[in-house]
């Protein structure tokens, strides 16, 4: 069975860009979670949705958006590009619910990079 | 709030060394905690959990850790190092729908 898989896996952006990210959870998981690394840190939690809704929100600027597909694939939004938001973005499904004990299993990443 | 401190941001063992990563955690209820490794230009794997009941938790590639709710720890360890263990370890701690992790150790094997 495929993992979690997310593209594009490198991008390169300028300041003021915008960018999409994409997720694809494991057949079967409903819950897609995000969460930010900047090197030598680590991750970060962003958003988590779970059967389409928004069920978690970190400390991340309106900047950053998200949602969710009926196919419970999912995509990270960031517009107004800053320097700071270089990072490895990392998407994570899980088979739970929220609330119960997670399991997540995480993607390879994006790394991205902003000039 | 829940939060996680690992103690040593680099770590260095020989091969077949004991491997020692500590874990200091901060929780308001009774915490679920992970331990996480990353190879370089990969993801995180989970290397095991602890929620409830045995404090002493076994997880993949031989590596186990020990809840101490009187220590507030939860370290990781390994009792023979191998090279493919080189990779970066973090420790997390569940709060809400969130992981909460901790800066993360690197781990060294010298041959």
């Known amino acids: 069975d495929a993992g979690v898989t997310q593209s594009p896996t490198h991008l390169i952006k300028t300041r003021g860009q915008h960018v999409t990210l994409r997720c694809s959870p494991i057949s079967g998981h409903k819950s897609v979670s995000w969460y930010q690394q900047v090197l030598g840190q680590g991750p970060q939690f962003i958003f988590q949705y779970y059967e389409k809704e928004e069920r978690g929100r970190g400390n991340f600027p309106d900047r950053f958006s998200a949602r969710q597909f009926p196919n419970y694939s999912s995509e990270l939004n960031v517009n107004a590009l800053l320097l700071g938001d270089s990072a490895l973005y990392l998407c994570a499904s899980s088979l739970e619910t929220p609330r119960t004990n997670e399991k997540l299993f995480f993607g390879s990443g994006t790394q991205l990079s902003v000039l | 709030a829940q939060s996680v401190t690992q103690l040593g941001s680099h770590v260095s063992v020989s091969e077949g060394a004991l491997v020692l990563l500590r874990c200091n955690y901060s929780s308001s209820v009774p915490p679920y905690l992970f331990w996480y490794v990353q190879y370089p230009n990969q993801g995180l794997q989970l290397l095991l959990k602890?929620?409830?009941?045995?404090?002493l938790v076994k997880g993949i590639n031989g590596f186990e850790a020990e809840f101490k709710k009187s220590e507030t720890s939860f370290h990781l360890t390994k009792p023979s190092a191998h090279m493919s263990d080189a990779a970066e370890y973090f420790c997390a701690v569940k709060a809400g729908n969130k992981l909460v992790f901790g800066a993360g150790t690197i781990l060294r094997v010298k041959s």
């Open positions: 602890y929620t409830t009941g045995a404090t």
